[in-house]
């Protein structure tokens, strides 16, 4: 079957994020080049799905779901918005598997972390974080995201914090009752899995290509 997706399209990038495979998404200018990008990335999201003890889904098509304007994040390259599609009933099983791709997503990344260099290759003009400043980003984000959650975490005075928060993360989305969101205001359990893994793995991504020699 098609790949479910949907479009997120600022006015400089477009998102296309796979809306049943937390961590998925790629961005590109204009659709054709991010839907170019999810397809080829599947490579590497596959070790993730198998991580949590999945198959690996197939590209055979895309079924573009919805199509929803983006923002100054998601030009900025980031994702922003959650779809509408989000809030249909949650499946039998399906919180489950969202923790699992979660933990999963962790796991990839922190597996990376671990054999990559101190130092990382550099961009063309010299530019580009270090290891431990991109752990560092990853971590201190992650303590502000799960607040759209209605948890808590500390950072003060660290650079980066021990993420003692994950095990109540995954707990919140297997305890999720149904597909509102987890607090006022916050995030939906789809979208709070979708969006956390999808920004450990960008940066899961990012260090291991720039240990490549």
């Known amino acids: 079957m098609p790949l479910r997706v949907y479009l997120e399209e600022g006015s400089k990038k477009t998102f296309a994020v796979a809306l049943d495979w937390p961590g998925w998404a790629r961005a ?53 918005k959650d779809p509408g599609a989000d809030a249909a009933p949650l499946v039998p099983g399906e919180t489950d598997r969202l923790a699992a791709l979660m933990q999963a997503a962790w796991d990839v990344f922190d597996d990376l972390v671990a054999v990559a260099p101190a130092e990382l290759r550099k961009g063309p003009r010299g530019g580009g974080r270090d290891r431990d400043k991109i752990v560092a980003h990853v971590v201190n984000a992650e303590a502000s995201y799960i607040r759209k959650l209605g948890l808590r975490a500390s950072t003060s005075g660290q650079d980066a914090p021990d993420p003692i928060w994950r095990p109540a993360v995954l707990e919140a989305l297997r305890s999720a009752a149904d597909s509102g969101p987890l607090k ?8 709070a899995a979708r969006r956390i893994a999808w920004h450990v793995l960008d940066h899961a991504w990012e260090i291991e290509d720039k240990s490549e020699s």
Not at 41 to 70: H, K, S, T
Not at 184 to 191: D, I, K, L, M
């Open 28 to 80: 590109g200018k204009g659709a054709e080049a991010a839907l170019d990008a999810l397809e080829a990335y599947l490579p590497r999201y596959a070790p993730v799905v198998r991580r949590a003890g999945l198959e690996p889904p197939r590209v055979d098509g895309f079924d573009i779901v919805e199509r929803i304007p983006g923002g100054v994040t998601t030009d900025f390259g980031a994702l922003e």
């Open 184 to 191: 006022e205001r916050g995030w939906t359990p789809r979208y």
